[in-house]
C-alpha cells in the first residue's frame, strides 16, 4: 500500500493523533487501534538507529528521510524476504526529528527496494523508552503474531482455492530460459523478471488432475527486486508444496520437458511455495473448499 493512501484512510480521525501524533506514546487500547499498524503493514521489526541521513545498500537513493537501523527481532514478514536478527535495514521514514542514534523503535513498514539489501517506508513506529525493549517487543509481538495467523490462513485458503494444482515435489533442475520475442507477456514492465524454469518432480496431488509423467515445468522471476520479491525462486533439491497456475503471465502458455511440448505453470507470489511442514495444514484447510 502507497503511503498515501494510507493517510488518505486515517486523516481526520483521532486514530491518527493517537498513532502518528505522539511517537513515544503508549499503545492504543481501544481493539481496532490496537491492530491498524499490523493490518496495514507487511513487513514490522524491532531495530536499533544506528545511521541518520545514510543507507545500508548502494542500490537506495539516500536522502534526508532514510535511515540505517539495526534489526533485533522480525515480528512480521513476507516468506521471501530475507530478514534476520542483526541485519541493517534501510528505512525512509516521514520524520527524521523523531530518530536519533541509538535509539530503539518498533517499524510498521511496507517493501520499498530488494537488491543486495532490504529497504522499507516506514507506515508507522514506537519509539522503546529505555529498559522496556523486551517487554515492548514481546507485547507487539504477541499483537502482530495473532493478526498475521488469522491473516494468513485466509490468504493461504484464497491461493489454494485459486490454483489449478497443489502439488507436493521436489525440484530437480532449474534454468535460465528467455521469452522468444514473438512472446506477449500479460504485463510489461521495467523490472525484467529474469525468467528461469523448475523442473519439479509430483510425489504427490493435493489438488488438480494426474501429472503425466509426474513432472511438471514451473516458471519463475529469479529477480529479487520489489516488483517480484514475493515471488519464490526455487533451486535444485528443494523440496515443499507448491501452488501452482497454468502460465498466463510470460507470453508463452507452454515449456519443452523430455523432448515434448507441456504446459508451462508459474508459482507466483507470497505463500506459493510452502514447506513440507505445512503439509497438515494445507491439507485441512483444503477440506474445507
Known amino acids: 500500500m502507497k503511503i498515501s493512501s494510507f493517510f488518505a484512510a486515517l486523516v481526520g480521525t483521532t486514530l491518527w493523533v493517537a498513532l502518528f501524533g505522539l511517537s513515544g506514546a503508549a499503545w492504543p487500547q481501544e481493539p481496532d487501534q490496537q491492530t491498524a499498524p499490523a493490518k496495514q503493514s ?22 534526508a528521510q532514510t535511515i540505517v537501523v539495526r534489526v533485533d527481532s522480525v515480528l512480521k514478514k513476507p516468506a521471501p524476504v530475507s530478514l534476520k536478527r542483526g541485519d541493517n535495514v534501510t528505512v ?54 495473532g493478526h498475521t495467523q488469522e491473516q494468513s490462513d485466509q490468504e493461504l485458503q484464497d491461493r489454494l482455492n485459486s490454483s489449478d494444482f497443489v502439488v507436493i515435489g521436489r525440484v530437480t533442475g532449474v534454468h535460465r530460459w528467455t521469452p522468444p520475442k514473438s512472446a506477449t507477456p500479460y504485463r510489461i514492465t521495467e523490472h525484467d523478471p529474469d525468467w528461469h524454469e523448475a523442473v519439479l518432480e509430483i510425489k504427490s496431488v493435493l489438488k488438480g488432475g494426474k501429472v503425466k509423467g509426474n513432472k511438471m515445468v514451473v516458471r519463475f522471476p529469479a529477480r529479487n527486486d520489489v516488483a517480484w520479491a514475493q515471488s519464490p525462486k526455487f533451486e535444485k533439491n528443494q523440496r515443499g508444496i507448491f501452488c501452482l497456475n497454468r502460465d498466463q503471465v510470460s507470453g508463452v502458455p507452454t515449456a519443452k520437458l523430455g523432448g515434448n511440448q507441456v504446459n508451462a505453470y ?21 477440506k474445507r473448499r
Open 92 to 145: 525512509e521514514v516521514k520524520d527524521t526529528s523523531a530518530f536519533q542514534e541509538g535509539a530503539r523503535a518498533t517499524f510498521y513498514t511496507d517493501g520499498w527496494i530488494f537488491g543486495s539489501g532490504v529497504a522499507v517506508k516506514e507506515l508507522a513506529h514506537e519509539i522503546s523508552p529505555a529498559g522496556e525493549e523486551a517487554t515492548k517487543a514481546a507485547s507487539t509481538g504477541e499483537k502482530v503474531s
Open 42 to 63: 507487511s513487513i514490522v521489526f524491532s531495530g536499533t538507529v544506528s545511521q541518520l541521513g545514510a543507507t545500508s545498500f548502494a542500490d537506495v537513493p539516500r536522502s
Open 266 to 286: 508459474t508459482c507466483l507470489g507470497h505463500g506459493a511455495a510452502l514447506p513440507m511442514a505445512e503439509e497438515a495444514h494445507v491439507r485441512s484447510l483444503l
